[in-house]
């Protein structure tokens, strides 16, 4: 079945530092893969997506390409700022009828000032 | 506009009663999503429900579990003979078309401690 696995965390950085969230996948066929962003005491939202082979995906300063040789998806963000300060998900949507997310487990990242 | 709401925002109850958790979708979105998000398991999505009618219930876990959806709305997920493994945050999300081609917007969640 699909699995997603990303990069166990907590991670916690200086601000200004790069960053870089690993995610790597398992889907039958060519699924669609996305970010979702936890900020504290909110809900979850998306922060990015690519739904197809060598598209990137961008928002906020963070990116994500989707390496359909690799079966990765990493998060990557030049300079982080402490409002950064959130739990990250890796996931994917089958393109095969199956039309749930499937979520890797979260990184949680800390920005320190 | 009214984003995804659940209600109630927390659920304390005893181990063995039923429980009902709401879930308001954005008005005009026809796909509706349960998952539950716990400390053990992460993420798991539960059902899926377009218009009314629920194509994918293979994430309920067990036959305690059941959701409902009515006039391509509101939802309800029911949980009978509560156990204290389903403690856990229970989040609806909804999207204009299903799958690849909708994104996915959540709500807040509902966090039930069974005790």
């Known amino acids: 079945g699909d699995s997603v696995t990303q990069m166990e965390g907590p991670v916690t950085l200086s601000e200004e530092a790069c960053l870089t969230i690993?995610?790597?996948?398992?889907?039958?066929?060519?699924?669609?893969l996305f970010w979702y962003v936890q900020y504290p005491g909110e809900g979850l939202q998306l922060l990015l997506k690519?739904?197809?082979?060598?598209d990137k995906g961008s928002n906020k300063g963070f990116e994500a390409t989707y390496r359909k040789e690799t079966t990765s998806f990493h998060l990557e963000k030049g300079s982080v700022q402490v409002s950064d300060s959130a739990v990250y998900f890796c996931?994917?949507?089958?393109?095969?009828?199956?039309?749930?997310?499937?979520f890797g487990t979260g990184t949680r990242l800390t920005i320190i000032p | 506009g009214a984003g995804v709401s659940q209600s109630p925002s927390n659920k304390v109850t005893e181990k063995g009663k039923d429980v009902e958790l709401r879930c308001d979708p954005i008005s005009g979105h026809t796909a509706l999503y349960w998952y539950r998000q716990s400390l053990g398991q992460g993420l798991e999505f539960l059902i899926y429900?377009?218009?009314?009618?629920?194509?994918?219930k293979s994430g309920l876990p067990s036959d305690r579990f059941s959701a409902e959806r009515t006039g391509g709305s509101v939802s309800t997920l029911t949980i009978q003979r509560t156990q204290q493994e389903d403690s856990a945050v229970y989040l609806c999300?909804?999207?204009?078309?299903?799958?690849?081609?909708?994104?996915?917007?959540f709500g807040p969640g509902t966090r039930l401690t069974v005790t």
């Open positions: 999300a909804s999207s204009r078309a299903a799958g690849v081609a909708g994104e996915q917007y």
């Open positions: 690993n995610c790597t996948y398992t889907a039958t066929g060519y699924p669609s």
């Open positions: 996931a994917l949507i089958s393109n095969f009828g199956n039309e749930k997310l499937t």
């Open positions: 690519a739904t197809k082979a060598d």
């Open positions: 429900f377009q218009g009314n009618s629920a194509p994918d």
